[in-house]
């Protein structure tokens, strides 16, 4: 059988003194999968778009500011994430420069910048833990990583860097 999974990106947009990072705290829908979570900006990628665009896109609609220079950090894929076992590859970027000023709020929930030194400290994915620090580090490499998922917990996290 082949292997189909939703593509999505996700990313996390700096500050200027690149210490914060701009975060969603899923607070609007309480069917969401994610209430509760805080997240980086993102979603699925649409038919006949490449991915990069896809992550302008995303941010412009979640944050309403535009990406001047993204960085690819990783790609990660998670078997068995979605609510009904669905598997997800995610490509994973950093964005280091935008112009605009983000929006407070969007349909998820509030957006508010939070230093990358406490993000293991806010409610997030289990998951996210492993990977986060990858996204920050200042190794240039780029990661690959695979962590299947079951009934919403992670079973296994490993990566390799190009």
């Known amino acids: ?35 509760g979570k805080y997240n980086g900006l993102g979603g699925k990628l649409r038919p006949g778009e490449e991915v990069a665009s896809g992550m302008r896109r995303e941010i412009l609609e979640e944050a309403g500011i535009v990406c001047l220079e993204l960085v690819l950090r990783g790609t990660v894929n998670w078997p068995g994430f979605g609510p009904q076992g669905e598997d997800w590859l995610g490509f994973i970027f950093r964005i280091d420069r935008f112009s605009g000023v983000p929006r407070l709020t969007n349909e998820e929930g509030d957006l508010s910048w939070q230093p990358v030194s406490g993000l293991a400290g806010l409610p997030m994915w289990e998951g996210d833990r492993h990977f986060l620090p990858l996204v920050f580090d200042h190794d240039p490499r780029i990661f690959h990583g695979v962590m299947p998922y079951r009934d919403g917990c992670p079973q296994g996290w490993s990566f390799s860097r190009d």
Do not use: C
């Not at 947009?13 to 914060?20: A, E, G, K, L």
């Open 1 to 35: 059988m082949p292997y189909t999974p939703i593509i999505g990106t996700l990313g996390f947009v700096m500050s200027p003194d690149q210490q914060r990072t701009l975060m969603v705290h899923r607070t609007a829908r309480p069917d969401d999968a994610h209430f």
